[in-house]
Each structure stands twice: as C-alpha cells, then as structure tokens.
C-alpha cells in the first residue's frame, strides 16, 4: 500500500525571529491561515490516510507536532540526532516495510506551500504508480517558473513512458546564467518529492550508500539509537539518487515553493496593488515591495521600499530584501542576548 | 529680579509612537540620558534660582511635570486651554509682575537641546542686562550652521550697543534657496528665547496686540479662566514681536536646536562611524545613516539606509528620514486604534 512520509525536522533560523527551535517554520503559518504543516496535512490527507502517513521530526518539536495535527505517537519517529535526509528517509521507509511488507512511500517535507491540491495529488499519485511499475526511484520534477538559483535541478534523460523519464543527472544550485541554461534544455527544479517501493529504496541504499547501508542491521534489531549513531549525515540526494542508475523523474505541474526565507513570501501570499506582503496589524504609506508581519504589536511603514519588517517573539527585524536570504549567517552574528528569543 | 518662564506645553506628536499626550518631548530623553525638560532645569538653575521659575503648561502633564522635575505646583501655571505662545507669555509675565514688581523674564521653552550651558547662560543673562539697559524686547538669534528651512529667521539692523542690534525684520520659515541668502546676509534663527523686563512687555502687548490687550484685566481680578475664554490665540512673535519698533536681537554662539523631529537625533546624538544614532538594544549590520531606538524591544537592522526606527509603546514604526517630518500628517491618517497608544 502507499504510504507517506513527512520530514519535519528544521532549526527554525530562516524565518526569526517569528520561527525558533521549538517553532520551526513547519509549524508557523507562513502561506495562509494555517501552519505549513497542517496544510501538509489536509493536502495527503485526500489520498493518503493519517494512518499511514509517517513523520520525522526532532525531539525539540514532536510534541506540539502531535498536539497541533493530532497525530497519534506511533507515527511520530523521533530522531536522536539530526543526520541529514538519507537516514530519515531510510529510518522512516524500513518502519513503513516494517508494518505493511508491500509499502511504497511517498517521501516528502512539512513546509511546503503548494498552489494547487489536486496536481499535487495527481503527480504524487503517478510517482507512486512509477516506482512501483517501473522499480525506479522516482522524484519529482517541478517545471520552473523563473530561473531560480536557490533550488537543485534535474536534467530529465530518455523517457520511460508518457510521463516518466529517466534523470539524466543531477545540477547544483546554479548561478543565475547557469539557471538560464538549465531551464532552456528543460531541466527542472529538484522538489525533494520522491516515490519508491520501500524493497527497491533498501537494495539501492545497499548498493550505493556505505554511510547508511552497513547500519541498516541496526533497524533490524530495534536499535534506532544505535543506527543514528553509527550513520553518515548524508542527503538521499547525494548519498543515493546521485549515484544510483534507476532514478527517474515525474514532471509536476504545479506551484512548489520550499519557503526558504522571507522573500518566498512574496510569492506564497497575496500582495497588494504596490507589490506588498502584510501579516498581521500592518498600516503602510507610500511604501512598496516590502514585507511585514507582526504577531500582534502594531507597526506602521511609511515610504519604504524593498524591506523586511518583522515584528514576533519581543524582537523586531528590519532586513533590506536582498539580504534575507542570508539571515542565518547574520544571526549567527549576533549577540546571544538579542539573538535568542524569549521562551 | 530675574525669573524664568518656561512653555512646557506640546501635544506629543512628533515623536510618535515613543511621544504620546502624556509624554510629549519634553518628558523624554531625547537628546541625552535626562529628559529635555529635566536638562532645561538644569541648565537654567546655574543663574535663575527654581524659586524664580514658572513653568506654563497643559493639564495632560502638569502632574508628571511636578513630580519628575521635584516642582512647587505654586510655580507651575496650567493653562486652560492651548492659545499659543502670546497668552502664555502674557500670564507668566504678570504673574512674576504680581510676586516681583521689578521682574524681568527670560522666557524659553522646555523642549530644546543646547548644546554649550555655558554660552547659553551667558546669552541669557546678556539679553536680561539688555532688555532692562534698552528698555526692548530682546530676541535671541542663533548663529544658523545650516541653511535650516524649518526656522524663522531673525535680521539684524542698527546696533544698540557692541552686542545688541536692532531687529530689522523677522523672515517666516524660508524655502532652501532664501535660507542660504538669509545666512549670506547674517540673519539668525529665531529661537524663541527672549528677554524683556515685565512692564515693558505689557506696555507694548496693549499697544500692540488686540487680540491679548483688551482681556488683561482679567488677570488683573485673578480670572485666568475668562482671560484664556477670552484671547485670540496668536504667537508671541506674530502679535508682538513683529508689529513693535522695540524689538533687538542678541546673537546666541551655541549650537540649539528644537528637536522638532525624529532627524533632530543626529544632531543632538553621537552618531556611530556609519552615521547612525542608536538608543537601546539596537545590532545593526551593514546600516548607514540610520536612526534606532528602542525602549527595550531588541531591534536588528541589516543593509538599510537613511531609515528610522522606532519601537516604543507597543508600537513599531519604520519611516524613510526624508519623510520623518510629515509624521504628524502621516498619523492623522492612520486608524485610531494604530495611533493611540495603549495607556
């Protein structure tokens, strides 16, 4: 049966200081009404029943992870230590076998925001249908609407059937010509929505990944401890579907952002007539292109342009745009008094 | 004797959302670690004993007024309601009159920075001598360091002595290009620090001033009340001083400044090597000529410029510097329950 699996993990820095560790963005509603979560949620919900739907998370952020979505604890997988996707993914996927010896996953993240539910089920639901028919690692591929630098890209090679191909390869966050190019040959963004029959992601883990597949033993005998411990921090990407042959990709034709920074707001959430994103209690004059969210204290902009104001938690942040992307090195500047926030 | 009269009114706009109805200005420590009004005291109480001091203000801040600056409330004169600067002067004139036959008044107002108490204190005490050794009303007009356009201007005439001069005429708050041939042609700015021995004042008001002469009689039979039900509310400068041939100008070599504005802090602060002027617990990174302050809410600023920050009263406001000045049209657009700070 098909199941999913959620990763929730996060050190809640891109978004301070409205996010912190026991807030992470997934857990924030940054696209709409809702925590990006609970959206992550209701979205599978419609072809993937709670029941078989697996979240990895950290210890800092599993309990109100369960209270907020109502999960219930069983399929709730606790990490010990933060180890990269690789392990997460296994760990969650030999859990899936564990309980249902036919299990397929549909692997994806908690702080999504995704334009339109019913693409998204219906290409989730054809990567399903390719890594089984096919015994393929599927991914995701998201047909790009700009020529982003902040995302990885696949290269789709020879197809496989109407919709599916094999990945060429891989591409790096591009720079900006790079992109350029990369989109013109029909490259597309590398989404981290993946599908593979839990049997097929084990033997390719074994073939391919020494950081994970001398531990697998470990799960075997109950020892998630054990298996954390002995791991590499390794991505599923470069520990696994960069090196393996029987990768192919699933073009989907939707909106996909991973709400990486602030900016991301902008595309996420409605803007005024001048380009403005506001959360919260927000009055502006004269101002354009700016961002401001505030969780309750009010905050008036006048004849701003292309800035960040972000009133949460007893800070306030004022960021000019192009700089926001780069918080977490900014934060890690600061001064711990200012930097961390109030519990 | 010499006393001092001091306009402690305002309504607490300008410095939005950190000044409110109950904390204008002069109750905050804008230009240094006292408040204005509390440095005003000091500066005045090296040669005008407190005893000699009246203070005129409103009824939303006699109680602070008397309680911050240790005030005998038989020293300060509550206005019954805001008529300008004319009725004002006029009351605490007759009432150092009433206490003091032989009074003479500085008047000044509770809300400026100085920046030289020395200079300032032999200004003051020059343009007393003058106004009793002339028998005139004495302006004093600061030596302008910038073609200013939010000042009067005061030019001098014939001279009286080797300091005093006749004023020749006062020029209203000029546009850029008349403010620099004002400071080619030596006028100053007119302070609002004057000078006059208590008869000569009145004398000149009846001859002068219709819209304060007729009702003085009023403060005669002790009616306060029917004398401010009663006046038209003109500024000294319009009903007197611009209309009497009895008017002279000392000049004042101290930097002074009205802090009308946010901007007003970069010049009555330090500014840091990048030009900002920083109050309370502000971390900039790559931020240049900007203002912050912040009455305990940490404040992080990245990659912005000529932009002011305020976090004050449960309130944040983020203004371009070239539109600080309009904050109090700015606040008569915003919705109430923005603009009112919570009590």
Known sequence: MDWAVILAGGSGVRFWPLSSPTHPKQLLPLAGAKSLAEETF?????FIPPSRTLVVTGSAIAAPLISRLGLDPVNVLVEPRAASTGPALVWATCEALRRDPSASVLALHADWAIGDTAAFASTAEAALFAARNHDRLITVGIVPSRPETGYGYIVPGSPLDDTVRMVARFAEKPDAKTALNLMAEGALWNSGLFAWTATRLLAEIREHTPEIAPHLIRLAEGDVAGFFAAVGAVSIDVGLLERSQRVAVVPGHFDWDDVGTWE?????????QRGNVVVGPV???????????SDGTPIVLVDLRDVIVVVANGRVLVVKREQAADLKRILDDLPPEIRNLPV
Chains 1, 2 share one sequence.
């Open 42 to 46: 209701e979205r599978l919900a419609g």
């Open 264 to 272: 991301a707001l902008t595309r996420v959430r409605s803007r005024d």
């Open 283 to 293: 009055a502006l004059r004269g101002t354009t292109d700016c961002i401001a969210w």
